[in-house]
């Protein structure tokens, strides 16, 4: 086995990965490095359990974020996209977003600039995590957000700039519409393209790993013409693409009495402030939930909430051949070099990332040992406060107890 490692390729479409694959990391800043320190030891630890010596990670550090700029002076430089785009999989701890002009969001520029459309998070409750609702465990969801287009695009004017003044007087003089005149403007832009790709990706997500339906969540009883139009649009590329795989939720109603035909994937719709309710109170009847970029932020972190929080969500961002995978919370700057944080969102992107990579037998190994840890009361402060004779540990304690339950 080459000591160096080698690239992760692809053709056509099927991934193709070494025995000793490659792998950019950013250690991320505020908590970043604490957490990265802990996650790598659990999961190379891992990696020679399961396979014992066969395969192995060359991990390779990526600048970006405070460390990059204090070191070059660049927030995000561009041999950290170059590598990304050569290497294929990358796993990130959390960024800071720049204080200032230039780039308003490392994470939003990452996923932009590298053509990340699809933000993947799994909800699912790891086994003693203290939860707000009564069944925890009936939550089972992987939320695909539209990455690239909505508000996120980015295309907005402050208030009483000269560019909203010309925009505010353009709708008024052109389609008779009057808008306050020191207000901030944004365009919320949804294509055909974008949404057939997204929805494409958990429709393929879905049919490969058995799940049993999708939710095209949207506010379209508003927002006609682009929510509207991205349910329209999901429900168009399920019927012309997928016929043989798909049925809507109207037909199994219609032509089979609410019983679903074998093997199908059922395609159904809600409106998005419904949702909310929906995952609190029947969360078992929904299984992917497929969004424009806004919705996706909110139900993503909203249904984490019933499993643990955030220190417990796991998250990737997807393109065509790169995935780049992250912890979905903040920096936690307060929390620096403490060592004190829970590290589970990074080892749980982790989890995701061996999926990805087909190494199931670390994902496997991974999630058994974080469960009994967690069964055992050996958590971080996150935790332990709401867990009676817990016992509290550091960062890498947790990460040390983690290890030993593998």
């Given at each position: 086995?080459?000591?160096?490692?080698?690239?992760?390729?692809?053709?056509?479409?099927?991934?193709?990965?070494?025995?000793?694959?490659?792998?950019?990391?950013?250690?991320?800043?505020?908590?970043?490095?604490?957490i990265w320190k802990a996650s790598v030891k659990v999961f190379n630890s891992a990696v020679l359990k399961a396979y014992g010596g066969t395969k192995k990670i060359i991990w390779k550090e990526l600048m970006v974020g405070e460390k990059a700029f204090k070191e070059i002076g660049e927030w995000l430089p561009q041999d950290c996209i170059d590598s990304i785009q050569e290497y294929k999989v990358a796993i990130k701890g959390?960024?800071?977003?720049?204080?200032?002009?230039?780039?308003?969001?490392?994470?939003?520029?990452?996923?932009?600039?590298?053509?990340?459309?699809?933000?993947?998070?799994?909800?699912?409750?790891?086994?003693?995590?203290?939860?707000?609702?009564?069944?925890?465990?009936?939550?089972?969801?992987?939320?695909?957000?539209?990455?690239?287009?909505?508000?996120?695009?980015?295309?907005?004017?402050?208030?009483?700039?000269?560019?909203?003044?010309?925009?505010?007087?353009?709708?008024?003089?052109?389609?008779?519409k009057n808008i306050r005149s020191n207000s901030g403007i944004g365009i919320k832009p949804i294509s055909?393209?974008?949404?057939?790709?997204?929805?494409?990706?958990?429709?393929?997500?879905?049919?490969?790993?058995?799940?049993?339906?999708?939710?095209?969540?949207?506010?379209?009883?508003?927002?006609?013409?682009?929510?509207?139009?991205?349910?329209?649009?999901?429900?168009?590329?399920?019927?012309?693409?997928?016929?043989?795989?798909?049925?809507?939720?109207?037909?199994?109603?219609?032509?089979?009495?609410?019983?679903?035909?074998?093997?199908?994937?059922?395609?159904?719709?809600?409106?998005?402030?419904?949702?909310?309710?929906?995952?609190?109170?029947?969360?078992?009847?929904?299984?992917?939930?497929?969004?424009?970029?806004?919705?996706?932020?909110?139900i993503s972190d909203a249904a984490a909430a019933q499993v643990g929080g955030l220190g417990m969500a796991p998250g990737a961002n997807m393109g065509d051949e790169i995935a780049l995978f992250e912890a979905t919370h903040g920096t936690a700057p307060k929390y620096a070099n403490l060592n004190k944080i829970n590290p589970s969102s990074v080892i749980l992107s982790g989890v995701m990332m061996f999926e990805y990579l087909e190494w199931d037998e670390v994902s496997e190994i991974i999630i058994n040992a974080m469960e009994k840890t967690i069964t055992q009361k050996k958590v971080t402060y996150d935790l332990a406060r709401q867990m009676e004779g817990s016992v509290k540990l550091s960062t890498s304690d947790y990460a040390e107890a983690i290890i030993s339950n593998l």
């Amino acid at each position: 086995m080459n000591e160096f490692g080698n690239k992760i390729t692809f053709l056509n479409g099927k991934i193709n990965v070494p025995d000793n694959p490659i792998i950019p990391f950013i250690e991320g800043d505020g908590i970043g490095p604490d957490i990265w320190k802990a996650s790598v030891k659990v999961f190379n630890s891992a990696v020679l359990k399961a396979y014992g010596g066969t395969k192995k990670i060359i991990w390779k550090e990526l600048m970006v974020g405070e460390k990059a700029f204090k070191e070059i002076g660049e927030w995000l430089p561009q041999d950290c996209i170059d590598s990304i785009q050569e290497y294929k999989v990358a796993i990130k701890g959390p960024l800071t977003t720049p204080v200032g002009g230039g780039i308003r969001s490392l994470n939003v520029t990452l996923r932009q600039v590298l053509d990340l459309y699809a933000c993947v998070r799994p909800i699912k409750w790891i086994k003693g995590v203290p939860s707000p609702v009564k069944n925890p465990e009936n939550v089972d969801l992987i939320v695909f957000r539209e990455n690239t287009e909505d508000v996120y695009a980015g295309i907005e004017w402050e208030s009483s700039s000269e560019e909203s003044k010309r925009i505010i007087e353009f709708f008024k003089s052109n389609f008779k519409k009057n808008i306050r005149s020191n207000s901030g403007i944004g365009i919320k832009p949804i294509s055909p393209f974008g949404t057939k790709r997204i929805v494409k990706k958990s429709i393929d997500y879905a049919v490969n790993n058995s799940r049993e339906s999708i939710t095209l969540m949207h506010k379209g009883n508003i927002m006609k013409f682009t929510e509207g139009a991205f349910k329209d649009w999901g429900y168009e590329i399920a019927k012309d693409e997928y016929p043989e795989k798909t049925i809507s939720e109207d037909e199994v109603w219609n032509d089979f009495n609410g019983v679903v035909p074998n093997a199908k994937l059922v395609i159904k719709d809600r409106i998005a402030d419904s949702m909310f309710q929906q995952i609190l109170l029947r969360p078992s009847e929904y299984d992917v939930i497929t969004t424009p970029n806004l919705n996706g932020d909110y139900i993503s972190d909203a249904a984490a909430a019933q499993v643990g929080g955030l220190g417990m969500a796991p998250g990737a961002n997807m393109g065509d051949e790169i995935a780049l995978f992250e912890a979905t919370h903040g920096t936690a700057p307060k929390y620096a070099n403490l060592n004190k944080i829970n590290p589970s969102s990074v080892i749980l992107s982790g989890v995701m990332m061996f999926e990805y990579l087909e190494w199931d037998e670390v994902s496997e190994i991974i999630i058994n040992a974080m469960e009994k840890t967690i069964t055992q009361k050996k958590v971080t402060y996150d935790l332990a406060r709401q867990m009676e004779g817990s016992v509290k540990l550091s960062t890498s304690d947790y990460a040390e107890a983690i290890i030993s339950n593998l």
